[in-house]
Each structure stands twice: as C-alpha cells, then as structure tokens.
C-alpha cells in the first residue's frame, strides 16, 4: 500500500512545519466558512473545525491525550497602561456615576473596532503549547514538530539541566530547557544534497563531463605505460647462458610518478575550488593536458629521473609564467597590487581581512557535518522565523526558558494558528461536549 503523502497538495493540511509545501498549502489557504455551509448540522460544523485544526496543533498526539489536557478554563489577561496605573489609583472609575461625569457611550458608531475583542476562542490550544516537543519546535531549535518530537526521545533535550526523553513533558513557568547545537545546526541549516545515482548522470554538469573524461584517458594512459614497459622488459631480458650482454639495472619511477599524479591532482583542485581567472583554468587544463603523456612515458623502462624531472620542470615553468598575466592586455605596473593602494584603502583592506577571518573561525567549512558548512539557514526559513511571547529564547546556546502560560489580549491572542475564530469557536464547542 503506497503510504499517504504528508504535505499534500491536491487535499492541502497544515503541519506544524517548514516544508516547502506546507507553506505553499498556508499561502493558498482560505477561510473555510464552515458555519455559512447549506445542509450541514450544527454536530457536522463542529466536527469538521476540530478535524482541521488538529491537522495543525498536534497531528501526532493522540486524541484521547489530548482530550485529557482540554481545559475549559481560558486564560487572559487587560491591558493595562503603567503610565495611567502611576498616576491614578482607580477610585475614579467609580466617581461621577449617577451625576453627569461619566461618560456616555457612543450608540451611534456603527460597528464596534474588532480589535476591542478578545479572542479567548484561539487559546483553545493553550494546553498544548506546555508540550516540551512543541515548545522545542516554537523555539525554532527544530524545523517541525516531529522533528522536535524525534529531538526529545533521543535525548537531545534538557530541561532544568537534566535530560528529558519525554515529548510530552509539560513545562511550568520558569523552567529552561536546552537542545543540543548540533542538532539545531542540522534542523535549521541548508540540508546537503545528496549524491547523484547512475539515473541521474545525464543531468551532470559539462565540467563533471570533462572530469570524468580526464581521468578515464589518465587511467588508460597509466595502463598503457604499464603495459608497453612490461613488453620492453621482457625484449630485454637474456638468458646468461647464451649471452654475454649485460641485464639491464631497472630503475625506480614510483616516486617520479607519483609526483606528476599529485601535481595533476592538485591542478584540478584548483579548478573546481573556482579561485582562479578563465585564462588561469585554460592554463591549467593544458598542464594537465601535458603532464599525461609524461606521466605515461615516466612508466618505460627506458625513462630516466632526471629526464623525467627536467620535463616536469619545464611544464611548472610554462604553468608560472602564465600564473598572473593579462591575455587580453598586459600590465606594466608594479606586480604587488597592494603597493598602489592609498592608507584608507588598506585600512579597509585590513578591516575586512579581519572579520573574514573572524567569520571563518565562528562558521568554519568542515565537511564531516551533515549539513552544509560554512553554515546557512534553510531556504523558505522566513515566513517561519518568529518566537512566542511566552518564551525567552537564546539562539547563542540554543536554550530558552518558558516564561509563562500563553494568555490572551484585546486584539489578540498569543497561541498560533492559521485558523480563524469561528474555527476554533466550533472547535472549542466540540470539546465543551460531555462524554
């Protein structure tokens, strides 16, 4: 059975996650309207806004746990203006009443300010946001609450200092919790690409073409070399007792060799680190170019070191005379461009030096990490990058503390969602039902 898809497309959910699609899924979503649909009951409404938002809020938690977290109790909080609370101590509020002082409310404004509303309906969620693997993935120290779930139960995770294995641990306020950097370097960092099969060989580059080329024409160049000395060796080798003539001392040509393979190598290093100008390339690919047929003359038997070496030596020369010099005009300055820089310049110069150094000692490139170094953030990482005011998070040792409970606000409330009220009006219907 083919497993079902968990971002799909054609019946769009939304996770609690970064993917690319699931963002492409909120992007497109609309207002469901679910109370305004024809023919459906009151149970059917409810039914249908519970279903979709616990696609969002904790698609891998149970129903029934989740129902014993269910509070009917929602928290809130009133604004309160310091200002205002400094200057007056409250007995105003009740002077004037009954006399004329109050004042009158405006019965002829048409329509009350929506943002005067509390939406007590979005924190039917509040509960959940306690979870430990939830409160991981709001901290951005994870790219999905799965993922987050996966951080817990490996016990990539403390709270309070001690490792906690359990995703549903309940946070309290005032407790901090820790994930290890390298996993939120791994969750949050540019994911490496991986390696290319053999169907995927027709889509490589010219220059991974070229390469290969190279290096199957080098391996039958060494081949042939071998094969040619062997043959040559055993030409000249005599039997003593027919023949006076001396049997040829060989000479050792491993070292030689090896040389001119590493020179190639290095040449080609070069090549693909991209630090170089298109006539530096062109002149290396000639050096390389040239160094096979020495390398396939440097395995006869009758190759001599020095001759091999005096030819090596001619190619390197040819290779730095070339190093540095214009094609299309030649300079006739000075050959130290820093020479002619004024003192700003090379303050500047200096100034920039140090922070790309200081840059490649915080993020340096190391290969062995199974994410892309220098580290990178992910792509579509944005429309995601925001904290909870019910968190304090420190991104420099990948920790936060749990302030306190999410309330909410005239205006607002502090749980996320991508619902609106009357969803989570229904939703919270749903729940209030005895069972």
């Known amino acids: 059975m083919k497993p079902r898809r968990f971002h799909g497309l054609k019946q769009p959910k939304l996770r609690q996650s970064w993917n690319k699609y699931n963002l492409y899924n909120l992007w497109r979503t609309k207002d469901p309207n679910i109370a305004s649909r024809p023919n459906t009951t009151f149970f059917q409404q409810k ?31 009133a604004n309160m203006d310091a200002k205002y609370m400094a200057k007056n101590d ?10 004329g002082q109050d004042q009158q409310p405006a019965w002829d404004r048409p329509r009350i300010n929506p943002s005067s509303f509390t939406p007590y ?9 306690r979870r430990l693997d939830i409160a991981v993935f709001r901290a951005m120290f994870a790219s999905s609450a799965r993922q987050a779930r ?25 407790d901090m919790f820790q994930v290890d950097p390298e996993r939120v370097l791994y969750a949050t960092g540019l994911p ?31 081949t042939t070399a071998e094969a040619e000395s062997e043959a040559q060796t055993a030409e000249l080798e005599q039997d003593p007792d027919t023949t006076d003539a001396p049997e040829p001392t060989p000479v050792n040509m491993k070292p030689t060799r090896k040389q001119i393979q590493d020179l190639t190598a290095q040449a080609k290093e070069i090549i693909k680190e991209g ?24 395995g006869r038997s009758t190759a001599t070191p020095s001759k091999i070496a005096d ?42 030096m140090e922070e790309h150094m200081r840059e490649e000692e915080e993020n340096p490139y190391d290969p062995s990490k199974p994410y892309v170094t220098p580290w990178r953030p992910r792509n579509y990482m944005a429309p995601f990058a925001f904290i909870p005011p019910y968190l304090e998070v ?15 606000r005239r205006g607002n409330a502090e749980v996320p969602t991508p619902f609106s009220l009357e969803v989570s009006q229904l939703a919270f219907n749903w729940y209030l039902r005895r069972r």
């Open 47 to 77: 039914w249908i806004a519970k279903g979709l938002l616990r696609t969002y809020h904790g698609e891998h938690i149970v129903e029934r746990k989740w129902e014993r977290m269910f509070s009917r109790r929602l928290l809130s909080v």
């Open 90 to 99: 409250g007995s105003e509020l009740a002077a004037g009443r009954g006399s």
């Open 121 to 129: 309906m979005q924190m039917i969620f509040a509960p959940m946001e």
């Open 150 to 174: 996966q951080f817990c139960v490996h016990g990539a995770v403390k709270v309070n200092g001690k490792v906690v294995p359990y995703p549903a641990y309940r946070l309290n306020p005032g």
């Open 192 to 222: 490496k690409l991986p390696p290319q099969d053999s169907k995927n060989k027709k889509s490589s580059s010219l220059a991974g073409e070229e390469e290969a080329a190279e290096e199957a024409s080098q391996e039958e160049a060494e």
């Open 275 to 298: 630090s170089v100008s298109v006539a530096q390339k062109k002149r290396l690919r000639n050096f390389i170019r040239s160094a096979k047929p020495l390398l396939s003359r440097a």
């Open 311 to 352: 030819e090596l030596s001619t190619l390197m020369a040819e290779l730095d005379v070339g190093v540095g010099r214009d094609d299309e005009a030649p300079s006739t300055e000075s050959s130290d461009p820093i020479a002619s820089l004024s003192e700003s310049e090379l303050a500047t110069l200096e100034e920039r």
């Open 394 to 408: 420190n991104q420099n040792i990948c920790s936060a503390v749990y302030l306190r409970h999410p309330v909410a």
